[in-house]
């Protein structure tokens, strides 16, 4: 594929697989607010909106302050100690920076969050930004994250591939004119990415090799 200059990545679900942290924190933060904890099946489809859309359709809504500074609390050690690369993931960015593409980031994840994440999986030199919901008025699956990163390089939707692993990221790079791939290593079902008609659907990250 020629003509693309950027590179935009989801993290979670794409690059990252935090669902191990991401269920600790969760049921250690229902179980403080006396919540029923849920199933890791239940948590992973809930995932990708943010921290406090993650919690508030399992807590009350009065709750939701406090069970925000819990999670994130506990979710600060949970990241480093079990979050992991989908295999092959550093060796393609290595192979995409080689290649000369700038590389971006655009998550729904807090910055704090995906910057413990970033730092600790060792991918910091590989990112030229890094761009998250907290500094957004809208998150995903608003095109804002999309479009704010293509302004930061002074570069146009044709110029810009986007890797996501959800609907929302199907949506997103729609609304953004991004053309945009999705891997079904994250959150969305198969079925739930088709009907968002992305450009196209891959099982693993490792098909971008063969793609780029």
Not at 6 to 24: C, E, K, N, S
Not at 122 to 133: A, I, M, P, Q, T
Not at 152 to 174: E, H, V
Not at 191 to 204: A, L, N
Request: one cysteine or more; glycine letters at 6%.
């Amino acid at each position: 594929m020629k003509g693309y200059k950027l590179i935009i990545f989801d993290l979670d679900g794409t690059l990252v697989d935090a669902y191990p942290a991401i269920t600790r924190s969760f049921n250690f933060t229902m179980r403080k607010l006396s919540a029923a904890p849920r199933a890791k099946q239940v948590i992973r489809r809930a995932v990708g909106w943010g921290d406090a859309n993650l919690l508030r359709p399992f807590i009350k809504d009065k709750d939701l302050k406090k069970g925000v500074l819990i999670y994130r609390k506990h979710h600060k050690k949970a990241l480093i100690e079990d979050s992991r690369l989908f295999s092959h993931a550093k060796k393609l960015l290595h192979y995409l920076k080689r290649k000369g593409y700038k590389l971006a980031v655009a998550s729904n994840r807090p910055t704090r969050f995906s910057m413990i994440l970033i730092r600790h999986l060792g991918l910091e030199r590989y990112f030229d930004y890094v761009l998250c919901g907290d500094k957004l008025k809208q998150g995903k699956p608003h095109p804002e994250i999309l479009i704010k990163i293509m302004r930061t390089f002074s570069l146009k939707p044709k110029d810009a591939l986007y890797i996501g692993d959800m609907n929302i990221d199907a949506q997103a790079g729609r609304r953004a004119k991004v053309r945009t791939i999705i891997v079904t290593t994250g959150s969305s079902g198969k079925e739930e990415i088709k009907k968002e008609k992305p450009y196209r659907i891959i099982s693993g990250i490792t098909e971008l090799f063969r793609i780029l």
